[in-house]
């Protein structure tokens, strides 16, 4: 193979695109981890997210605000379109934005003003279904859910609640020493051509989006649950973290001026 033949290779495969974001938010400022290894809790076999990043945590001693991505990339050949808007339902479990929020007892804290005020109205619609296509034999182009795409999102809905749950457990022992709000958010990072459908008027619209929200279901150790998956374009990456960073900032004022 010529060194053209292996570079092509190796981006059409989603390889080299990995390897650009890693190096994008380590030079951004993050700590990254980049293929975490974790066991399937179905198939008891090893399996990978792409990454996991979180901000420097530079809050005063005692006080501690951050967001953790987890990150899975498709390097997409077809269009992902995000469709079936979310209906008001009181049975939508209400951690399907994943918090962690510790408050000594001598502080007055509002929790309901943090992560979730922001993201739960804000970016609508949310979506709860997905789509995206194939080419069959004789040139069809056919709309299914891909076999990778539902694995990258199985296991971003997992490993995220798996690290939510597990910090919450090790957090509640001292959660009346340490002032902390963390948010753990699942992104679906693709690589073009995302597209929301709506229908207006019994008409159906479709439109190009950088951004968008879905909603997907899911049993963790066999009960059911919810998260919003974060699917962003990678043109819109920057503007899509710098969104968060705003946000986190705005937690940790609100944080310091808590104690004060």
């Known amino acids: 193979m010529t060194e053209k033949e292996i570079l092509e290779a190796i981006s059409k495969s989603g390889y080299l695109f990995e390897s650009e974001i890693v190096k994008h938010l380590s030079n951004s400022g993050y700590f990254v ?27 005063e001693i005692g006080i501690s605000t951050k ?7 498709k390097n997409n050949s077809f269009p992902l379109v995000l469709l079936t808007e979310l209906q008001f339902n009181p049975n939508t479990p209400e951690e399907i934005i994943k918090e962690i929020i510790t408050v000594p007892q001598n502080i007055e804290y509002d929790l309901l003003e943090g992560y ?12 709860t279904q997905y789509c995206s296509f194939v080419k069959k034999g004789n040139n069809e182009i056919m709309a299914t859910h891909p ?11 997992w490993y995220c609640e798996d690290e939510f749950r597990n910090h919450i457990e090790l957090f509640d022992e001292m959660s009346t020493k340490y002032f902390r709000h963390w948010l753990y958010l699942p992104v679906l ?29 899911f049993h963790y150790n066999d009960n059911p649950t919810s998260t919003i998956i974060y699917v962003v374009t990678k043109s819109y990456l920057n503007e899509f973290l710098q969104d968060m960073n705003i946000l986190e900032q705005k937690i940790s004022n609100k944080m310091k001026a808590a104690v004060k």
């Open 33 to 59: 981890d980049s293929n975490v290894v974790f066991k399937d809790p179905l198939t008891l076999k090893n399996r990978e997210i792409d990454i996991v990043a979180e901000t420097y945590d530079n809050t």
């Open 67 to 73: 967001i953790r991505y987890f990150f899975e990339l």
């Open 116 to 127: 979730w005020n922001d993201l739960q109205y804000t970016n609508f619609p949310l979506f």
């Open 147 to 157: 076999d990778e795409l539902y694995t990258s999102l199985n296991k971003l809905c």
């Open 189 to 217: 990072l693709i690589n073009d051509d995302l597209y929301e459908l709506t229908i207006e008027d019994g008409k159906s619209q479709l439109q190009e989006v950088p951004f968008s929200k879905l909603m997907v279901n």
